[in-house]
């Protein structure tokens, strides 16, 4: 069943994906059909995840591809809370092809199946793993706004006869969003770290470098925080801080994997 | 048959110094449209700073028409060779098209619909033209609900306010501080407070120095419209003042020629600098936008003007109606008590059942007849239509 769920989503998300293009060249039509095709792909990868969940015995995403799996779905969770309005369609086109691009990566990793065993504890892998996705799927989004913030910040400096063809969420609005996106995601990944530490330390386990990579990305992030709430920085500085984080998520997630999972 | 009968003059037609000679307030508005609905008339005055247009509904069009004319004359004899005149489907369409905003000096502004609504409600309004008003106020909302025409700024003032919401989003709050309090300005900064904002400084000449640069520190929106000869506002002050912003977005908007701001500010991080060229080039390209949606606007009007004349035509064809329907109902009735003998000896759940089954056999016999003659109605054929069933079922025989 897993199996056979995963081709509509990525299919719905492909034309999410695609739509969303369209929706950049002529908004109106297309960007509608994405919409539905984020939520109908939502829908299904739920389904798939589900299924996974019922024919596994413990937590089914602790490997490198089915969290990336889960991962997909988290982020597009998150999309999904404002992404659906008609201003924010343009974050789509930065979160479905990654989207698709992931979901592609997880199958090829054997992700989207029934998974294998873990060794690790089912209570373990909720909170070390489902934290950490969880906070970076708000952080993938916090950058998805940064970079529509730059964007639109850009056209109204350059180019403020064309700003108002298309609907876009006011500067201040994605600058708060996005304040807010991290500060409901660092304390995720600080709880799912400190999970993964503890039971790294209890264990005498050795470091590796998606933990030092982790650590430093929360580093980042907390600064980020700690630079908006009490050092006065926001705006465009901000986001480009926030770029910088989810680089260092991009490391974590696809770069260096290694053999911290599994 | 009531007919529609227009007489006016707009924007298209008069000078404004020939528009405002005609130009009605709304007592006298209302007072000439009792006027004109004298003897069994109906009549709606509609003046606006761009039009001043008399409808009147009348059975007698061209006594009507020549009263109308009359009446604005009147008031400037000059403005008869500018007046146009409308009739019947004409001047249906026209009021349609001038509640959508379409007939406007600017496409889909939205302050028309409103002064059509209040000249409505002066009016001295009957059956018909109530009709005719408010199908055109349907019209009319339709048309700023299924198209793009009002949405975009349409002067200046309005862009400095669409320019600020892009920047902030809710005005509800942004603080303004004004440089100058010439005519544009203020205009801008009464769009802006429409929107929620709040001036917090009107600075001139005689203002101090560090009060202006202390309240550079503390608002979201500069509006400058000085008359001074060179620069106000130079990027240091603004410089100096962003770092108490906290990085908050400071909106600069310069009206002034020549500019008070300094064309510097553009490059500050978080500052925003729009000077009245800008302004000009996005009103010229929302405009174009609207002429645009003004063809999609059209097309709702003409649908909108087309339902109303097939309710106006379906008039011609309801007294038929009624009298079939009442004479079929006054058959079925006498059948009934002639069958009384019958009938009596039925409980009364039997007795319901007869009288609905009869009168199901009446409206499923009259229905299709129904709607051919409001069809025929609306394609003109209306009158014949009702003749020919008055003569094949002898209606209205009883009473010659």
């Given amino acids: 069943v897993a199996e056979l769920l995963f081709w509509p989503a990525l299919f719905f998300y492909g034309e999410a994906a695609v739509g969303y293009l369209g929706d950049a060249r002529h908004p109106g039509r297309p960007g509608r059909l994405a919409t539905w095709g984020v939520r109908l792909g939502w829908l299904t990868q739920t389904a798939l995840l589900a299924a996974q969940a019922a024919r596994h015995d413990g937590f089914p995403w602790g490997t490198w591809a089915s969290s990336l799996n889960l991962f997909v779905w988290l982020v597009v969770s998150v999309y999904l809370v404002w992404g659906c309005r008609t201003p924010y369609r343009l974050l789509g086109l930065a979160v479905m092809p990654l989207a698709v691009a992931l979901l592609v990566a997880a199958r090829a990793g054997g992700g989207t199946g029934v998974g294998v065993a873990s060794h690790y504890s089912t209570l373990f892998l909720v909170l070390h793993v489902g934290l950490v996705l969880a906070a970076f799927a708000g952080f993938t989004l916090a950058a998805g706004l940064s970079g529509l913030y730059v964007w639109q910040e850009r056209r109204l400096k350059s180019s403020p006869l064309t700003i108002l063809r298309r609907q876009m969420p006011a500067l201040a609005t994605l600058d708060s969003l996005a304040l807010r996106t991290v500060a409901w995601s660092v304390p995720l990944l600080t709880l799912g770290v400190a999970v993964g530490l503890g039971r790294l330390v209890s264990r005498h386990d050795p470091m590796d470098a998606v933990i030092a990579v982790t650590v430093v990305t929360w580093a980042v992030w907390c600064s980020y925080l700690g630079l908006r709430l009490l050092g006065g920085w926001a705006g465009r500085r901000a986001a480009y801080l926030a770029l910088v984080g989810f680089v260092l998520v991009v490391v974590v997630r696809v770069v260096i994997p290694g053999s911290h999972f599994g | ?372 003659m409001k069809q025929a109605a609306a394609a003109a054929d209306g009158v014949l239509y009702a003749e020919t069933v008055r003569h094949l079922f002898g209606l209205g025989e009883d009473e010659r």
């Avoid at chain 2, 203020?186 to 001139?204: D, M, P």
């Avoid at chain 2, 060179?230 to 908050?248: E, K, M």
């Fill in chain 2, 1 to 372: 048959m009531i007919r529609l009968v227009l007489v006016g003059t707009s924007h298209h037609h008069a000078p404004v110094e020939l528009r405002e000679r005609v130009a009605l307030e709304r007592d006298a508005a209302q007072a000439l449209a009792a006027r004109l609905a004298e003897g069994g008339r109906e009549a709606v005055c509609l003046s606006t700073c761009n039009r001043t247009e008399l409808y009147v509904a009348s059975d007698d069009a061209e006594s009507a028409e020549r009263d109308a004319v009359a009446a604005l004359a009147a008031l400037e004899p000059e403005v008869e060779p500018a007046l146009y005149r409308l009739q019947d489907r004409a001047a249906v369409l026209h009021l349609f098209r001038v509640a959508a905003g379409l007939d406007s000096l600017v496409p889909g502004e939205g302050e028309i619909l409103g002064q059509v609504r209040v000249a409505h409600e002066l009016g001295m309004t009957g059956v018909f033209l109530d009709r005719v008003f408010r199908q055109a106020l349907h019209a009319g909302r339709k048309v700023r609900a299924q198209t793009a025409i009002g949405e975009s700024p349409a002067s200046v003032s309005s862009a400095a306010a669409a320019l600020a919401e892009q920047v902030f989003g809710s005005l509800d709050g942004c603080a303004i501080l004004l440089l100058g309090a010439g005519k544009m300005s203020e205009q801008a900064s009464r769009n802006l407070r429409s929107r929620g904002a709040t001036i917090a400084l009107v600075a001139n000449s005689r203002t101090d120095r560090p009060e202006i640069e202390a309240a550079l520190a503390t608002v979201d929106v500069v509006i400058a419209s000085t008359n001074a000869p060179g620069t106000v506002l130079d990027a240091g002050a603004v410089s100096r003042a962003s770092a108490g912003r906290r990085g908050r977005q400071l909106l600069l908007v310069d009206l002034a020629v020549p500019r008070d701001l300094d064309p510097a500010i553009r490059d500050l991080d978080g500052c925003y600098l729009y000077d009245i060229d800008d302004l000009e080039q996005i009103v010229a390209e929302t405009l174009s936008g609207r002429r645009r949606e003004a063809e999609r606007a059209e097309s709702l009007v003409a649908a909108e003007a087309e339902k109303f004349h097939e309710w106006h035509a379906s008039l011609d064809v309801v007294p038929a109606i009624a009298s079939l329907r009442a004479k079929a109902e006054e058959i079925r009735a006498g059948e009934l008590q002639k069958a009384e003998s019958i009938l009596g000896r039925l409980d009364d759940s039997q007795r319901k059942a007869v009288e609905s089954v009869t009168a199901q056999i009446v409206n499923k016999l009259l229905h299709l007849p129904t709607v051919r």
